[in-house]
């Protein structure tokens, strides 16, 4: 049989690769969105732990930063799909199942990822709260808001417009980080790819078509980011 063109890499016919490939970038995709929430969330209580938390929260959160920033990402993704495996496998032992249960690989993936970038994410929305002019807030309250109403209205606007940026960069970062989640054996394109290469012995096509998906991905996700930018500074007078 002969090995399939560059053109058969790409198509989606019966002989193309264009089908899995899709399939691997969605994966990857999904992993990404699912770790920037993720982190997102952890992020949002790291800095608020960092900034308005009492010296126990605060040095939690200090923590937690200085330890996943230190420690390598496919580590942690390691730590917590074998960590999750034996915890859910001494679940299933004690209502009596045999045998070692694998925590899910998307799960750990997600959690490794999102965990990770939290660590990022902290330091983005700490330093962005930090940029927001402090008479904002003070004329805030000074027209009667509330602490809800101000926090809803004023503060988590700015700070998110400031955050932006920042945010941008990690998902940059989340979206090369998903392809070490294929260790817990999630195909996403990354994956594919490798699978590809190695039934067709055309590596380099395979890694070129994947190298060139990302850059989509990236520049796609990039321009989104930027006009959210746009959108959330209108308004904003610019030097």
Known sequence: ????????????????????????????????????????????????????????????????TTILRGIPDLLVIYLFYFGGSAV???????FGAEGFVS??????????????SGAQQTEVFRGAFRAVHPGELEAATACGMGRVLRF?????????????????????????????????GVVELLRQAQIGAGSTSLPFDFYFVAAMIYLAISTVSGAFLNASEHWFSRGVRRG
């Not at 992993?31 to 949002?44: C, F, M, R």
């Not at 998110?160 to 940059?172: I, K, M």
Request: aromatic share 10%; charged share 10%; hydrophobic share 55%.
């Open 1 to 64: 049989m002969n090995s399939p063109g560059f053109l058969d890499i790409v198509s989606f016919g019966p002989d193309g690769w264009g089908h899995v490939l899709a399939a691997g970038a969605w994966m990857t995709i999904l992993i990404a969105l699912a770790g920037i929430a993720i982190g997102s969330v952890i992020g949002t209580f790291g800095a608020w732990a960092k900034i308005s938390g009492g010296p126990v929260p605060r040095a939690i959160a200090e923590a937690y």
């Open 88 to 94: 859910v496998t001494a679940v299933g032992q004690f």
């Open 103 to 116: 925590f899910p690989g998307f799960v750990a993936g997600a959690l490794a990822v999102g965990v990770t």
């Open 152 to 184: 809803r209205r004023i503060t988590a606007p700015l700070t998110l417009r400031h955050a932006l940026p920042g945010l941008g960069n990690v998902w940059q970062v989340v979206l090369k980080e998903s392809a070490l989640v294929s260790v817990t």
